[in-house]
């Protein structure tokens, strides 16, 4: 993970005169300079790129849609005619799961990153403004909080059409960052007495700028692992939702409902729930490594090679 | 007045004596990283040996090593022989007996070192229970009387107390009683009187002696205040990079130094009887990490005599007189270039310093004398930061749900003073006195709970957001802790570029590396983290971005405390430098007068939320007038044996009142010597009953003023010096 690292800084460092201004080496660029030279975040990204490749021109590769029904191969094992082998309807396998991996992939990830940016804004502003945001923010979380999650998910599962997506995603981000947030607020509040907040508010910092300058990069291995925790929690809740008949709506599938199919066939025929479940670990692996390449990133002691 | 001073005997150990401890060659690593190399030492029945070093020389290690208290990740060799017995390698059950009853230690912490949860005179009768056959009421006397001999006062009552209740010097002398308990014959004391503040240190300090008095028994002194071992010590230990560098007798270490590292480390630290005139000498770069030592003497790249020889292979110890020992190739070189100097005794030094530093302070003094008081005729420059009657009320609350108001803490009283343009005023008071909060309300820009802060001309009451923008662009800060002050997750470009990039400018990093030159840092860091750099170093980071604005005041909160002697001599010196260079004009907020008298021009001191005096530093290092203000400099350890066994020492008793329930009249009456030893019966009801303010002292009446009824000024640092 260090040599890497340590060629791109020898690139960078020397400030050859003449060359120009030299690059000022700020936070954002040492980030990314980090992040990229770990060997593992570079592999947990490939690694996302190619599903999310797979996952929207895999499809256009086989001449079978998720809608299409062989009516001569039902529950077929693999072979070159279905890749991944048919499922009990006749649908083809690489095409269900490749679909499913479309909307748990965006599902997934979106709601992870709304619900851990919803638990950073507002933790941090009601921990870094007292009075009445605090109380306010407060009282929202914590009536959140109360709120059965599920049940309401389960109520507004008739919305969830085609074509809605984004409002399942928001809603299912909507009951994932409360806990996180009363974290963030707690934290804020311990970090706003230290010295370094303080002089940027002598210095004329304002206060929003400070938050997203000082507090909330401060609050980051938190925040970024939260955030991987909440990838896999998304796919699961969606997953149980959708278990359930609530969430994403058939014809259209996901992760959840072919491993919720997939699992009652599962031992007779395996690719039925083998493939589906296999691309759901490597997902989440994969934004886990991403998530720790991040967090070393930022984290400027995590330098050294343990 | 002759208020509870004990003029200090010279001690001269009898060397007859068998040694009570003899270390050889002690070694501790912790794994493949040696911490304590080649340590060897003897220390005789009521004996004082000082040893002294930076942080990470590994003083405590070697403490710990003596005691047995290492963790068990730690390999010990050599030798430590307890009245001839064997410790390293000792069983617990050994070790323990001896624990608490032939060695005893004292912590740096006194908070962290007693339970809070038990009674302090159980936890003394327990110390004396654990080693001794006594019923626990016997126990409980013996605590009783421990703690009057360590000078408690209403010792049956307090030993009823939790340690919550005791103040930190209080809890100081109960970790005393408790080392004493069992008459050992070896005290190790870890840097006790750091967590302290000057006035308790030195009441800490004295009942020390009195416990060697007492019990007869050796000390070992680990500090890296030069001042407290040259007053108590009879044999110094220098350590440097976990090995011993120089050692010898008080008066030999002192003066006729062998070692360059102690060379270095005497002339480095700021002194209170020295004025500001003289330039500190720092040290040049930072320890060794014991990780990665240099090959050779690892003082070598720092050394000023540094040759090629150096650093062929690590010097051993050179006898280079009786009893004295140093770890120096060149240790006849240093010898007779003192030799062809003036000899380097303190009084003959100073009077060759004398008649320029007297000279140029009398200038320095005649100036301020013309300018100083408003409404004298010549201005000495605008008043950039004017404070008039400023107070500050806390209120001390109550209740979970309901809270309601049950007293209030008066941190700040009503002190005025001004500071105009490229000048330094230094405010200095014990913690708690309510310095840092004056410059916390400063610093607000916003109205004051009472009275008047004027910046660069501007009420900050009638500030609009724009003007105070304005103002903030001219008025930074450096803060104590220079690692809590930069923020941890920015790069040091980030951090130096933030006040640029907040009033507006696109373009930092050719300013950013301009600013890293002015500091004495390489523009070449700019991109490394704020923990990536020693102590030294992320003070001139911070110092860098508070410059970033071309600013016209600094305020400074005790920038240098956090740091080790040789390291803070470079900070202040380049804090003087940027100031004649810049034309700065420094608020300097510190509790050490000794860093104050070198760095200011004027000073203002302190006590329980009230200015006590105020004036050109001279006349009040020279000539303080209040009763506080002698007390206080006369507290401070002079790193100077022969002086500081023969002054005088004003004791004050007990601790600061609280500032939630201030005496009335005076505040200082309390505790004021000469209310207590001096005024008869009806010139105390003036105390009592008045407030005193801060009136002019002396003839012709000029820029010192102290806020006493009876002020009269009394040279207290040294007697028979600065004789203008």
């Known amino acids: 993970m260090t040599l890497p690292e340590e060629e791109v800084a020898e690139e960078l460092t020397p400030g050859v005169p003449g060359r120009g201004p030299r690059r000022a080496p700020s936070r954002g660029r040492v980030v990314v300079r980090r992040f990229l030279g770990s060997r593992q975040g570079a592999a947990g990204l490939a690694v996302l790129v190619v599903m999310f490749l797979l996952a929207f021109a895999g499809p256009l590769l086989s001449p079978w849609s998720y809608t299409d029904r062989d009516f001569t191969a039902f529950l077929q094992p693999p072979s070159a005619d279905h890749w991944f082998g048919t499922l009990q309807t006749g649908a083809d396998v690489y095409a269900v799961t490749l679909r499913g991996m479309q909307k748990s992939l965006i599902v997934g990830l979106l709601a992870a990153l709304v619900s851990t940016a919803l638990a950073a804004l507002v933790g941090a502003f009601a921990g870094y403004f007292p009075g009445w945001a605090d109380r306010t923010l407060t009282w929202v979380t914590d009536l959140l909080l109360v709120l059965p999650a599920f049940l309401i998910l389960a109520i507004m599962s008739p919305v969830f059409g085609e074509g809605t997506w984004a409002l399942f995603v928001l809603m299912l981000a909507l009951f994932l960052w409360m806990v996180t947030s009363k974290i963030v607020r707690s934290m804020t509040v311990s970090l706003k007495r230290r010295e370094f907040i303080q002089a940027a508010r002598f210095m004329g910092v304002r206060p929003v700028t400070i938050i997203f300058r000082h507090v909330l990069p401060n609050l980051s291995s938190l925040l970024i692992v939260d955030a991987t925790l909440n990838v896999s929690a998304a796919i699961l809740t969606e997953t149980s939702l959708s278990y359930f008949g609530f969430g994403i709506q058939p014809p259209d599938v996901s992760f959840g409902t072919l491993i919720a199919d997939g699992s009652k066939t599962a031992v007779y025929a395996p690719w039925t729930f083998w493939f589906v479940a296999g691309l759901l670990v490597v997902t989440v692996l994969a934004v886990n490594l991403v998530g720790d390449a991040l967090r070393d990133a930022f984290d400027p002691t995590s330098t050294r090679p343990r | ?724």
């Open chain 2, 1 to 724: 007045m002759t208020p509870a001073t004990t003029p200090e005997t010279a001690p001269a150990p009898t060397p007859a004596s068998a040694p009570v401890l003899d270390v050889r060659d002690l070694g501790v690593s912790f794994g493949d990283v040696p911490a304590v190399r080649g340590v060897s030492f003897e220390v005789r029945p009521g004996e004082v040996l000082g040893v002294v070093g930076e942080s990470g020389s590994g003083k405590s290690v070697t403490a710990s090593a003596i005691m047995g208290l290492l963790p068990s990740s730690a390999r010990v060799s050599g030798s430590v022989r307890l009245h001839g017995r064997e410790l390293v390698g000792a069983r617990d059950k050994e070790l323990n007996a001896l624990r608490g009853r032939a060695m005893s230690m004292v912590f740096q912490d006194p908070l962290s070192a007693l339970t809070p949860v038990y009674r302090v005179g159980d936890q003394i009768a327990e110390a004396v229970r654990v080693h001794q056959r006594v019923t626990k009421e016997q126990a409980l006397v013996k605590a009783v009387s421990l703690l009057d001999l360590v000078g408690i006062p209403h010792p049956a009552e307090r030993a009823l107390a939790f340690p919550h209740e005791f103040s930190g010097g209080m809890r100081q002398r109960a970790m005393i009683a408790m080392a004493i308990a069992n008459d050992p014959d070896l005290v190790i004391c870890d840097e006790p009187t750091t967590a302290l503040d000057v006035t308790i240190q030195a009441q800490v300090l004295e009942v020390l002696k009195k416990a060697r008095d007492e019990t007869g028994a050796a000390i070992i002194m680990i500090t890296h205040d030069l001042g407290v071992v040259a007053g108590l010590a009879d044999r110094v230990l220098v350590m440097y990079a976990g090995r011993p560098v120089e050692v010898g007798t008080v008066d030999d270490v002192y003066y006729r130094p062998r070692m360059p590292y102690t060379v270095g480390l005497l002339r480095s630290i700021p002194r209170v009887d020295r004025g500001a005139q003289r330039r500190l000498e720092p040290i040049e770069g930072s320890p060794p990490s014991p990780a990665a030592l240099p090959p050779g003497c690892p003082f070598a790249p720092r050394c000023p005599l540094h040759v090629a020889a150096c650093d062929e292979a690590e010097p051993p110890l050179f006898e280079t007189g009786p009893g004295h020992l140093a770890a120096c190739i060149r240790w006849e070189d240093e010898a007779a270039s003192e030799a062809g100097e003036e000899p380097r005794s303190p009084e003959e030094t100073e009077a060759a310093e004398e008649p320029e530093a007297a000279e140029e302070a009398e200038e320095a003094g005649e100036a301020e004398e013309a300018g100083e008081a408003e409404k004298a005729a010549v201005p000495r420059g605008e008043p950039v930061l004017r404070v008039e009657g400023l107070v500050k009320d806390y209120p001390l609350l109550r209740g979970a749900v309901f809270k309601r108001r049950v007293g209030t803490v008066h941190a700040v009283a009503g002190i005025d003073f001004t500071i105009r343009e490229g000048e330094t005023l230094g405010l200095v008071g014990e913690s708690g006195c309510g310095k840092t909060t004056t410059l916390l309300e400063i610093l607000e820009l916003a109205r004051p709970q009472r009275g008047r802060v004027v910046v660069f001309g501007h009420d900050t009451a009638r500030l609009g957001p724009a003007e105070r923008m304005a103002i903030r662009r001219d008025m930074q800060v450096v803060f104590q802790d220079p690692l809590a002050s930069l923020d941890p997750r920015m790069t040091v470009h980030d951090v130096v570029a933030e006040p640029l990039r907040t009033h507006g400018l696109r373009d930092t990093g050719r300013r950013v590396a301009e600013l890293l030159t002015l500091v004495g840092l390489e523009p070449a860091h700019a991109e490394r983290y704020p923990q990536d750099f020693s102590g030294g170093q992320r003070q001139r980071v911070g110092i860098a971005r508070a410059l970033a604005l071309e600013p016209r005041l600094l305020v400074l909160d005790e920038p240098v405390s956090a740091l080790d002697v040789s390291i803070q001599a470079g900070v202040i010196n380049l804090l003087a430098a940027l100031k004649a260079r810049l034309g700065l004009s420094y608020l300097f907020v510190a509790h050490d007068l000794a860093v104050v008298r070198h760095i200011a021009d004027r000073v203002a001191v302190m006590y329980l939320g009230r200015i006590a005096e105020i004036g050109s530093v001279d006349a009040i290092y020279d000539a303080p007038a209040h009763p506080y203000t002698q007390a206080l400099l006369s507290a401070i350890p002079l790193p100077d044996p022969a002086r500081e066994r023969s002054r005088r020492r004003i004791l004050l008793e007990g601790d600061l009142p609280s500032p939630a329930d201030p005496p009335s009249g005076c505040r200082f009456r309390t505790r004021c010597p000469k209310f207590r030893t001096v005024l008869t019966e009806d010139e105390r009801v003036l105390c009592v009953e008045a407030e005193p303010d801060v009136l002019p002292v002396g003839e012709p009446a000029g820029d010192q003023g102290a806020a006493c009824h009876y002020a009269e000024k009394l040279d207290v640092v040294q007697p028979r010096r600065n004789s203008r």
